[in-house]
């Protein structure tokens, strides 16, 4: 825990900004973003999401590809138990670790770049040491887009071929032709959504897909692939 304790306490959660006086808060470029495909970011483990958040909106440059939701959390908080995206391309935070900066068991501040020893130590569990800083891989600033839709649980994910379906499950005027185009929309999103969510509720008929893709600020295009518009017999 690299934050105050009434502020982890007090509800709502209060958002600060970055305490410029701290050790433990801070975040800074590392080289001319421009030049780099992927440009790297040091974030100083004290440092949380939303104020990670806000600093990239601030500066309208670099982006993280992906994150998790919470924004209260910490980065030292998320990265440690390797905390994941939701998509074949994103896959955990510690896989955007560049560089890694721990204090060791003598009190000695020590160094982690070498990509082998990165596989062991970027995601730690807390087993290294207290970490103290991160440098990660991140993107030049994108736009999301995102299009929310709220369909039947059994076109939301379609079950394999053969699979047994729970009567609770409602088939009602599912054509096998229905279900099949329902497969192909399921497998787009896997291949082509940079992000994927899939919410379903107890008892609740429908589900709620939150699935995007990113794309630079000048572009035109909103999507990369049509989705089906389902017309189901009651």
């Not at 959660?13 to 973003?33: L, R, T, Y």
């Not at 290294?128 to 839709?149: E, F, H, I, S, W």
């Not at 399921?186 to 008892?203: G, K, Q, S, V």
């Not at 909103?222 to 009651?234: D, E, I, K, N, W």
Request: a negative charge; aromatic letters at 10%; one cysteine or more.
């Amino acid at each position: 825990m690299l934050i105050p304790l009434w502020q982890s306490t007090v509800i709502p959660a209060a958002e600060p900004d970055i305490d410029q006086n701290s050790e433990f808060q801070g975040i800074s470029v590392v080289g001319n973003p421009n030049l780099q495909q992927h440009p790297l970011v040091t974030v100083k483990s004290g440092t949380t999401n939303e104020q990670f958040r806000r600093w990239c909106l601030e500066n309208k440059s670099v982006c993280l590809p992906f994150n998790v939701i919470m924004v209260e959390i910490t980065f030292g908080g998320s990265n440690g138990p390797i905390c994941h995206g939701a998509g074949f391309s994103t896959t955990t935070l510690s896989d955007l670790v560049a560089e890694l900066q721990y204090v060791d068991a003598n009190g000695v501040v020590q160094t982690v770049s070498d990509p082998a020893e990165l596989r062991a130590a970027a995601g730690c569990f807390g087993l290294l040491g207290p970490v103290t800083q991160l440098t990660l891989r991140v993107d030049r600033m994108k736009m999301a887009v995102m299009q929310p839709v709220k369909i039947r649980t059994a076109l939301a994910i379609p079950p394999p071929d053969g699979y047994p379906i729970p009567k609770e499950i409602d088939m009602t005027g599912i054509t096998p032709e229905i279900l099949k185009q329902a497969k192909r929309d399921f497998i787009a999103r896997c291949e082509h959504d940079y992000y994927l969510e899939w919410f379903w509720f107890p008892y609740h008929k429908d589900v709620w897909i939150n699935t995007w893709q990113s794309t630079s600020f000048d572009s035109k295009s909103r999507s990369r692939h049509s989705l089906t518009s389902y017309s189901v017999a009651a």
